[in-house]
């Protein structure tokens, strides 16, 4: 029964997709939740989900601002004004999770992309997603428990 175990374990970690990280120090800094630049805010967007999930394109403002994979955040200077936040499959470009954000100045928010099954029970698939807005607190706490993903930036 072990080497079955075994067999198994390893495929689920073959399958698992992963996405370049940031180095350590610049995680670090993400997670001090430092106040933007003058006349910026800050969005960080959080991938959840579970050990198979898969990896995501990530759109703001319909500009591709890199990908996430389970258990990885991106933190963003953006502009004041109303953001558009989507998740896309990498293949197709197909739209799978969509929600806005506002942002003023001097502001931190947070975003969650999902599989939905962790949203609501009644989701029609585990590979349906979803996007919304998190509260401050979940969100600091989310971020720290991932990695930066390479990339995040403005």
Known sequence: MRPLWSIIVALAVAACTSVPLASRDAD?????????????????????????????????DQRSVGSLAYDTYQRLELPPGQHDVRAENLEYGQTLAVTTVQLAAGEIRFVTIANAVFDSPLARTVTEMSAREMPA?????????????AGSGR
Not at 44 to 50: A, L, P, T
């Open 28 to 60: 670090a800094a993400a997670k001090r939740f430092e106040p933007p630049p003058p006349g910026w805010a800050i969005l960080y967007i959080v991938r959840e989900g579970y050990m198979l999930s898969d990896e995501v394109a990530v759109l703001v």
């Open 137 to 149: 607190t979940a969100g600091r706490s989310a971020v720290l428990s991932r990695r930066l993903a």
